[in-house]
């Protein structure tokens, strides 16, 4: 069973089951040793999550994929973790799909003020285009059917 990444190594093992498996890729970011100045991160996170809420607003009007899931880990060259998340849900409710990445990307911007240091940032998110992915081996969505976990 996956749980939320605490290294570069986990992170894309999770991913690399996820592409495997899902229908679409919709993110894919990925920034190794990087050290950007406080004030960029801050923009360039604020302008991915605005980019994350147009495009699951979009699945919850379009239903293109039934299902996203997501993982993210920012982690400090020293060790530190900033954030870290995996999880997932149907698109019928965008808010709560991307409430997760919302606090991930304010987390990292919080640590890394505190501590400006070069660091990996990973991101995915993947589509699943029906609800037979609740079937995978690997995907299992809570009885309140507002997030899912691969195991």
């Known amino acids: 069973m996956f749980v939320n990444p605490h290294t570069k190594d986990e992170a894309e093992e999770i991913i690399n089951t996820l592409k495997q498996e899902c229908s679409g890729v919709l993110f894919d970011v990925k920034?190794?040793?990087?050290?950007?100045?406080?004030?960029f991160l801050d923009i360039y996170?604020?302008?991915?999550?605005?980019?994350?809420v147009y495009t699951y607003?979009?699945?919850?009007k379009t239903q293109k994929y039934k299902i996203t899931s997501e993982v993210f880990l920012s982690r400090g060259n020293s060790g530190?973790?900033?954030s870290s998340s995996y999880g997932g849900g149907y698109t019928h409710n965008a808010l709560i799909n991307f409430h997760t990445t919302e606090w991930d990307f304010v987390f990292t911007i919080r640590k890394y003020k505190e501590n400006p240091e070069p660091f990996?940032?990973?991101?995915?998110?993947?589509g699943y285009?029906?609800?037979e992915s609740e079937n995978s081996s690997r995907i299992k969505i809570t009885e309140r059917?507002?997030?899912l976990?691969?195991?």
């Open 31 to 39: 920034q190794e040793n990087w050290n950007p100045s406080p004030d």
């Open 129 to 131: 285009s029906d609800y």
């Open 149 to 151: 976990s691969i195991v």
């Open 120 to 126: 990996y940032l990973r991101f995915f998110s993947g």
């Open 45 to 52: 996170l604020r302008l991915l999550f605005r980019d994350v």
């Open 80 to 82: 530190e973790i900033f």
């Open 145 to 147: 059917g507002k997030s």
């Open 57 to 60: 607003k979009e699945l919850e």
